[in-house]
């Protein structure tokens, strides 16, 4: 079976379910991916009982860590397999879609991620797996690979744009030096307190002395608005920081990139951002 990029996400046009008059039962259209928040009204997966802000932030510092820890284990070249990965992607996806795959279509509902190139489903007579699988018997597009072929292996790099975290790390001196200046600038007077990884939140409301931020990369420049790197309590009470250290790993990641378009150039190793309101 020819491998779904991932990088074709990027590309399709991305239709973001309102959560408060979903249209769940509405069927994708042509290249038009249905994209769910994994605790939206649409999602199998969101939470049974409702979660408080404070919870739901905890919640994703928690899941951030388990993938933190799944992608140092790729730079460090310790993973190899991919089916290892998938299970790791479905226990904390950020983000789920319902994809068509083969021909005749056989739709799955699948996590959106960018730290592997390729996309997997589980397949019939799969041990373990949930009862809805890919047949690979009833579609007329399907075709094996050798187990050394170029798209069963995985690579990976220092930086990871976009992992499946919701919430950026930078390497303890970078992060030191990015929360010391945004503390500078927020002023001597503002009381600094914690939520679980954040370190730097204020119960206080803040406005214009939040400065910008840039990212700095060999030519190309990722400005950010607030949006971008501050969370906000629902009742406007708390705002933090959103970003924290990490011991080994720079992640860049989904909440950073909101509202940017990336387009990833793989055959050049070049990567394009520019800012688009799309939410």
């Given at each position: 079976?020819?491998?779904?990029?991932?990088?074709?996400l990027?590309?399709l046009?991305?239709t973001?379910v309102?959560?408060?008059?979903?249209?769940?039962?509405?069927p994708?259209?042509?290249?038009?991916?249905?994209?769910?928040h994994v605790?939206?009204?649409c999602s199998p997966?969101?939470?049974?009982?409702t979660?408080s802000w404070?919870?739901?932030?905890?919640?994703?510092?928690?899941?951030?860590?388990?993938?933190?820890v799944?992608?140092t284990?790729?730079v460090?070249g310790?993973s190899?397999?991919?089916?290892?990965?998938?299970?790791?992607?479905?226990?904390?996806?950020?983000?789920?879609?319902?994809a068509?795959?083969g021909?005749?279509?056989q739709?799955?509902?699948?996590?959106?991620?960018?730290?592997?190139?390729m996309?997997l489903?589980?397949?019939a007579?799969c041990?373990?797996?949930?009862s809805?699988?890919?047949?690979?018997?009833k579609s007329t597009?399907?075709s094996?690979?050798a187990?050394?072929?170029?798209?069963c292996?995985?690579?990976g790099?220092?930086?990871?744009?976009?992992?499946g975290?919701v919430?950026?790390?930078?390497?303890?001196?970078a992060?030191t030096?990015?929360?010391?200046e945004?503390?500078?600038?927020?002023?001597k007077?503002?009381?600094?307190?914690?939520?679980?990884?954040?370190?730097t939140c204020?119960?206080i409301?803040?406005?214009?002395?939040v400065?910008?931020?840039?990212f700095?990369f060999?030519?190309?420049?990722?400005s950010?608005p607030?949006?971008?790197?501050l969370?906000?309590s629902s009742?406007?009470?708390?705002?933090?920081?959103?970003?924290?250290?990490?011991?080994?790993?720079?992640?860049?990641?989904n909440m950073?990139?909101?509202?940017?378009r990336?387009?990833?150039?793989i055959?050049?190793?070049?990567l394009g951002?520019?800012?688009?309101?799309?939410?």
């Amino acid at each position: 079976m020819e491998p779904l990029h991932v990088t074709l996400l990027f590309l399709l046009s991305l239709t973001l379910v309102n959560s408060l008059s979903p249209n769940c039962d509405s069927p994708s259209q042509g290249s038009t991916l249905r994209v769910y928040h994994v605790s939206s009204p649409c999602s199998p997966f969101r939470p049974k009982t409702t979660l408080s802000w404070e919870e739901s932030v905890l919640q994703m510092q928690a899941d951030d860590k388990t993938r933190l820890v799944y992608l140092t284990s790729l730079v460090a070249g310790r993973s190899f397999v991919p089916i290892g990965s998938g299970r790791q992607i479905i226990q904390s996806p950020t983000y789920i879609v319902k994809a068509n795959i083969g021909t005749p279509a056989q739709s799955l509902l699948m996590a959106l991620d960018t730290s592997t190139d390729m996309a997997l489903v589980p397949c019939a007579g799969c041990v373990g797996c949930s009862s809805v699988t890919y047949d690979s018997a009833k579609s007329t597009s399907f075709s094996s690979l050798a187990c050394g072929a170029e798209q069963c292996k995985q690579t990976g790099g220092g930086t990871i744009i976009d992992s499946g975290t919701v919430f950026t790390r930078l390497v303890d001196g970078a992060y030191t030096a990015v929360r010391d200046e945004f503390r500078r600038r927020m002023g001597k007077t503002a009381v600094v307190s914690s939520l679980g990884g954040f370190d730097t939140c204020y119960t206080i409301p803040i406005g214009k002395q939040v400065p910008t931020m840039t990212f700095m990369f060999p030519g190309l420049n990722m400005s950010l608005p607030q949006d971008n790197f501050l969370i906000h309590s629902s009742s406007g009470a708390t705002t933090c920081l959103a970003m924290s250290s990490s011991p080994a790993l720079n992640v860049i990641a989904n909440m950073q990139q909101q509202n940017h378009r990336i387009v990833f150039d793989i055959p050049n190793s070049r990567l394009g951002i520019s800012r688009e309101i799309c939410s």
